[in-house]
């Protein structure tokens, strides 16, 4: 069964405005942790913000924000005053407590127009 | 303070053939792990390494071994090379199991 799920196969955004990124997981584990990660075209993954389940407030890293619903198992990213160098791919992944392992997306491309 | 280094960063290789693939994990990082993309997918786990041993295995033929080194360096091995196998390969290490850092990744060709 799929963990994550992230709807959103591409979305276009003009330059400084905001955008967010849907995800919804799957798992009984009652203590877990969600990560988003960006993926240019070269390649590389790069972190990007962490929310816990047992976090009381929504996780904030500069420009990024997750906003974390967790009776609607959501964990959306939001990126604010977006620019040119925020158009890549971005993934959404689960780490469950009895798991080494991150479960991925399948990504959702974000184009960000001048 | 280098992240984690990859390489190649490119390989060609012909099916049937043996591919080993190198990561050098970001320094004080003593966890690696392994993970297969493929074009348009998202990652999808292969195993991971801590102290030298395999501690979690994801759902990939025995096709796909690994090691890792005192340095908590790693390789991944693939033998008998299929077309399926082409993908970008990531390596991510991580100071025990908190978030992890990727590398730059090889991308594989299989022809």
């Known amino acids: 069964a799929q963990k994550i799920t992230q709807t959103q196969p591409g979305m276009f955004v003009q330059e400084k405005e905001a955008v967010t990124l849907d995800c919804t997981y799957d798992t009984s584990d009652p203590s877990y942790g969600l990560f988003w990660y960006k993926q240019p075209s070269s390649g590389e993954m790069i972190f990007l913000i962490y929310?816990?389940?047992?976090?009381?407030q929504n996780a904030t890293e500069g420009r990024y924000s997750l906003n974390f619903q967790k009776a609607r198992k959501s964990a959306n990213l939001v990126i604010s005053a977006s620019q040119l160098g925020d158009s890549a791919m971005y993934f959404c992944?689960?780490?469950?407590?009895?798991?080494?392992?991150?479960?991925f997306g399948a990504g959702t491309t974000v184009t960000v127009r001048a | 303070d280098a992240g984690v280094t990859q390489s190649p960063t490119h390989l060609i290789k012909t099916r049937g053939q043996q591919v080993t693939l190198r990561c050098s994990p970001k320094?004080?990082?003593?966890?690696v792990s392994w993970y297969q993309q493929a074009l348009g997918q998202g990652p999808q786990f292969i195993f991971q390494?801590?102290?030298?041993?395999?501690?979690q295995r994801g759902n990939f033929p025995d096709r796909f071994s690994g090691h890792q080194f005192p340095n908590y360096s790693s390789e991944l091995n693939v033998n008998a090379l299929l077309l399926g196998d082409s993908a970008l390969y990531l390596c991510?290490?991580?100071?025990?199991?908190?978030?992890?850092?990727f590398g730059q990744g090889t991308r594989l060709t299989v022809v």
């Open positions: 320094s004080g990082h003593d966890t």
């Open positions: 929310q816990g389940s047992y976090d009381q």
């Open positions: 992944a689960m780490r469950e407590s009895n798991d080494y392992k991150l479960s």
């Open positions: 390494y801590y102290e030298e041993e395999e501690r």
């Open positions: 991510a290490s991580s100071p025990e199991n908190t978030e992890a850092f």
